[in-house]
C-alpha cells in the first residue's frame, strides 16, 4: 500500500539546523510532487514547500525562503526537508504529503516528525 | 496575499447535518480540498476539487464551492467525526494555503 515513514522525533538548539526524512514506498516516488507541511503545537496547518522528485525543482513558501531546503534520493525513495537557523517558533510537529497529482491536495500524509527547539 | 477563514469551532448532534464553512475572495474560482485531523494523527483528505471524494471516505462527507464561500457537509454525524477539519487551496506561484482550521464538536 501506499506510505510515507518518516523519521523520529528531533531535540535541537536554538540556531542550528534539523533534517527530516520522509521514506515513501507502494508506488512510483519520482511521478508524485512531495510536500511538506507543519503544525505548532495547538495551531493550524502550514505549507513549507513541495519537491519534484523527478527533476528536483523546488519551491518554497515565502515565509521559509532562504531557510528550508528540500532534497531528495531517488535511489532510495526518499525525500528530506532541513531547516536551518532553528528558534523556539520551529517546534512543531513536521509532515511530508504527497501531491494527489489529479488536483493539487495531498492524498497520503506521513505520520508526522516532531521537531522541538529548546 | 490570500486568505482562508474558518470559523473555530461548529458543534453537532449525533445524527445531524454538520456544515463547515471556508471563505475566501471569490473562492468559488478556485478548487478547494478538505481535510480531516483527529488528536494526535496526520491529516486525512476527505474531499477534494470542491466535491470529489477520495476512496473509502464515507458519502456522508461532500463540499460544495461558489461565490466567497465553500462549505464541507458531514451528513448523519456520527461520534467518530469529532475533529479538526481545514480547507485549502492552490495559491498563486504555486504555492498551497490552508484556512485556519475548525473543530467540530458532536455533542
Known amino acids: 500500500q501506499v506510505q510515507l515513514v518518516q523519521s523520529g522525533a528531533e531535540v535541537k538548539k536554538p540556531g542550528a539546523s534539523v533534517k527530516v526524512s520522509c521514506k515513501a514506498s507502494?508506488?512510483?516516488?519520482?511521478?508524485?510532487?512531495m510536500h511538506w507541511v507543519r503544525q505548532a503545537p495547538g495551531q493550524g496547518l502550514e505549507w513549507l514547500g513541495w519537491i519534484n522528485p523527478h527533476s528536483g525543482g523546488t519551491n518554497y513558501a515565502q515565509k521559509f525562503q532562504g531557510r528550508v531546503t528540500l532534497t531528495r534520493d531517488t535511489s532510495i525513495s526518499t525525500a528530506y526537508m532541513e531547516l536551518n537557523r532553528l528558534t523556539s517558533d520551529d517546534t512543531a510537529v513536521y509532515y511530508c504529503?504527497?501531491?494527489?497529482?489529479?488536483?493539487?491536495?495531498?492524498?497520503?500524509w506521513g505520520q508526522g516528525t516532531t521537531v522541538t527547539v529548546s | 496575499s490570500y486568505v482562508l477563514t474558518q470559523p473555530p469551532s461548529v458543534s453537532v448532534a449525533p445524527g445531524q447535518t454538520a456544515r463547515i464553512t471556508c471563505g475566501g475572495n471569490?473562492?468559488?474560482?478556485?478548487?478547494v480540498h478538505w481535510y480531516q485531523q483527529k488528536p494526535g494523527q496526520a491529516p486525512v483528505l476527505v474531499v477534494y476539487?470542491?466535491?470529489d471524494r477520495p476512496s473509502g471516505i464515507p458519502e456522508r462527507f461532500s463540499g460544495s464551492n461558489s461565490g466567497n464561500t465553500a462549505t464541507l457537509t458531514i451528513s448523519r454525524v456520527e461520534a467518530g467525526d469529532e475533529a479538526d477539519y481545514y480547507c485549502q487551496v492552490w495559491d498563486t506561484s504555486d504555492h498551497r494555503l490552508f484556512g485556519g482550521g475548525t473543530k467540530l464538536t458532536v455533542l
Open positions: 471569490n473562492i468559488g474560482s478556485k478548487s
Open positions: 507502494g508506488y512510483t516516488f519520482t511521478g508524485y510532487y
Open positions: 504529503a504527497r501531491d494527489h497529482g489529479i488536483s493539487n491536495a495531498m492524498d497520503v
Open positions: 476539487d470542491d466535491s
